[in-house]
């Protein structure tokens, strides 16, 4: 997102009601939200917290680790943009209803944890972000050290953990298809 380097990682939250489950196999239905006409999508690897912890260090952060999911971080860019620009959170742009769908979590015990894999999103079948999470600016267990510094992790937790290059917008009728080697696919469409 037109970071460089290691900056200091930084956080947003997502409302209980951003949270849009959609079963393996099945293909979620995402409302376009009100107040935006630059919805963006974000494929992202999602860690879920499983034991409670504070100053985790990294080299413990995968033992807080339950499994892991695919994510979607949907965006109103444009609302992201005016809070940016006056210094305002950013909730508006980022947490409203559905705007965080997942896939089912995957145990640990049966994934490993992630520390390397492909990545990527298909927008009606045409490719949109491709990469692997051994690009990640930030490792799952440095984000879980770095966040568990400035919050008490609890079980039922979801870390979103970063996007690749090509994000883009999408609208009414697109077809979302995200993939994280061995999570199998998450699959939405805006409506």
Known sequence: M????????FFFMKPADAILVVPEGATGELPYPSRTSDLH???ELVAAIGKVGRNIAAADAHSHVY???IGLD??????QGEAKKLGRPWEVGKGFD???PIGPIHPAGATGHYTKGAISLEVNGAPRQKSDLSLLIWSIAETIEHLSTLFE?????LIYTGTPEGVAAVVKGDLLVGKVEGL???RVRVV
């Open 2 to 9: 037109g970071f460089t380097g290691r900056e200091p990682p």
């Open 41 to 43: 999508h974000e494929i």
């Open 153 to 157: 992790l609890q079980p039922g937790d």
């Open 67 to 69: 499994g892991y999911a």
């Open 98 to 100: 559905h705007s965080g």
């Open 74 to 79: 949907m965006t109103r860019r444009d609302l």
């Open 184 to 186: 199998g696919e998450l």
